[in-house]
């Protein structure tokens, strides 16, 4: 009997047009190697590219506002990604993840639990939020794939998340509290200041890309 997918976790196929995901694999500027490398961007390297792919997920009801981290991650065939949790206190509540150029398989794991397996076909999209963000760990199968893989991961840092909740409503980002970068709690004034600091971000990103 099949694992039922996690609460929480969401795949959609042919989230991405393909003329967006040629332009997104021409732009990348990570070379293929034997490991997997890694880039972040932030709002301030978003080009037109980038833009158009959060229009698409704001469009697909993917993500509710635009975010202010997009990570691109290369896997040579055959590599993977071991399973882990996101930052709860670093990150938002939702983090989306586009797979681009080649299928590979995804593990939702959690203790006591069967695996849940979900082939990500080229162009799919994947949404974890609640249970499958917090409780379950995600990763990537080391399977040969037949040619190198391409993800590109949408997520808001805590701050920017709140700053979006409290500016435009849409789901809570959870309460939990506000982390810098090195994953240090910050106090309660000084998360108030980022999240103030950052909903100029969060408006100028909506301008550029619409609203729900």
């Known amino acids: ?8 976790f969401a795949y959609h196929a ?3 047009p393909v003329n967006l995901e040629e332009r997104l694999l021409a732009a990348i500027a990570i070379p293929i190697g034997e490991e997997r490398q890694m880039c972040m961007l932030g709002p301030e390297s978003f080009d037109a590219d980038i833009l158009d792919l959060l229009r698409t997920a704001v469009a697909a009801g993917l993500i509710e506002a ?3 981290a997009v990570q691109f991650i290369v896997y040579p065939d055959g590599t993977g990604f071991t399973s882990h949790l996101d930052s709860a206190h670093r990150w938002g509540h939702r983090i989306v993840t586009f797979s ?3 299928a590979c398989e995804l593990l939702l794991q ?3 639990v069967a695996t849940f397996r979900q082939v990500l076909e080229a162009r799919s999209a994947y949404v974890l939020t609640g249970p499958a963000r ?3 760990k995600h990763g990537i199968s080391r399977r040969k794939r037949g040619g190198p893989r391409v993800a590109v991961v949408l997520r808001s840092t805590k701050a920017f998340a709140r700053a ?3 500016l435009f409503g849409g789901q809570d980002d959870d309460g939990r509290h506000i982390a810098d970068d090195a994953g240090r709690r910050l106090s309660e004034a000084a998360a108030r200041e980022a999240v103030a600091e950052a909903a100029p971000l969060v408006l100028a990103l909506m301008d550029k890309v619409g609203r729900m």
């Open 1 to 8: 009997m099949a694992t039922s997918a996690p609460d929480g």
């Open 14 to 16: 042919d989230a991405l």
């Open 66 to 68: 635009p975010v202010n």
């Open 100 to 102: 681009l150029q080649t």
């Open 110 to 112: 959690k203790a006591g």
């Open 134 to 136: 917090y409780d379950w």
């Open 164 to 166: 979006a909740t409290l």
